[in-house]
Structure formats: C-alpha cells, structure tokens
C-alpha cells in the first residue's frame, strides 16, 4: 500500500472554488506556489535517485529504445520526478488533489517501486526475481520518492500551511472588494 501525507486543509477546496469565481487570475498562480513549495522534495528526491550503471541481471541489454540508446536511464528519472497540483475541487466535500509528488518515466517509477510487494530471490530461474532481489540487496522500496518528502516533512507542512493560509487571506480581500 502506499503512503500518504494528510495535512489539515480542511476548507481549503470552498476557499478555491470561491476564489475562481472572484478572482480567477488569482486562482490560476496556485498550482505555481504549490509547485515552488515542493521545489525541495523534489530536488532532493532526484539526488537520491543513483548515478548511471549498468544492471548487471539485464544480461547483453546495450541499447534501451526508451532512452535513445543511452544506458543512462537515471537522467530521464532524474527528470521524470515533478511536482503535481490539481485543484479541481472533487465531490461533496470539495476534496482537492493539493500537491503530489509523482514519477513520470518508466524505468524511474520501476526502480522506485520493485520489490514492493515481494522480495525476490537472487538464485531464482526467474529474472524478474533476480532483478527485484538484487535492487533490494541495495535498497528497499521505495527508494527515493518517499524517503524525500520523509526528509523534509516539516518543510513540507510549514511551507503548505503557509500557502493555505495565504490564499484564505487573498480570498477574504477579494470577497472584501467585491463586496
């Protein structure tokens, strides 16, 4: 199963559904201080991504087609690793999506996320369980995305927090204005 972060926002999709109505130029630049917030998880979940070698169980493997014959896939995981927002508000409870932090490139969200649901076994005749046991010989799953926010969980929080508090702020000016 995978983990989560929850952190009080409770109010915070009626305060962006009002927000658009009043001041939709405004609404639009919150995806951006969103993203600006979670610039440090990201930048070091990308340090924590390692430095290109070859797999060894990947037998003669020379070319990846995926990544332009480059055995260097760390640099596309590298690159694949980006902050999300969606502040659509969903359901009765105006739930949004706020912030994630999401993998986009194959081979990254494949070494992040091998393993996790068995172990593998080194001398297995099954390469998938080789590969999995010799990942895991190094580290656990997950590997990088979340031991990144782990590290900066309180950043994290403060820096949401203050976010959340800031367009509360600007949406009482707006209403203030309006009214």
Do not use: C
């Not at 169980?57 to 590298?78: F, I, M, V, Y």
């Not at 690159?79 to 194959?106: E, F, M, W, Y």
């Amino acid at each position: 199963m995978l983990k989560g972060v929850e952190i009080d926002t409770e109010g915070i999709g009626v305060v962006v559904r009002y927000l658009r109505k009043v001041e939709p130029e405004l609404a639009r630049l919150l995806p951006r201080e969103m993203k600006s917030a979670a610039r440090p998880v990201v930048d070091r979940a990308r340090e924590l991504v390692p430095q290109p070698t070859a797999l060894t169980n990947w037998g003669k493997w020379t070319l990846a087609r995926s990544s332009g014959g480059d055995r260097a896939w760390t640099k596309k995981a590298r690159s694949g690793i980006v902050a999300q927002t969606d502040v659509r508000p969903i359901g009765p409870d105006n739930k949004i999506n706020l912030l994630s932090i999401i993998q986009k490139d194959g081979a990254g969200a494949i070494y992040e996320n091998a393993g996790r649901r068995r172990a593998g076994d080194i001398h297995s005749k099954n390469a998938g369980d080789r590969f999995v046991a010799a990942l895991n010989a190094k580290s656990e799953s997950p590997r990088y995305l979340w031991p990144a926010v782990e590290q900066n969980l309180f950043y994290l929080n403060r820096e949401l927090q203050d976010v959340i508090d800031k367009w509360s702020l600007e949406l009482e000016k707006a209403l203030d204005r309006a009214a």
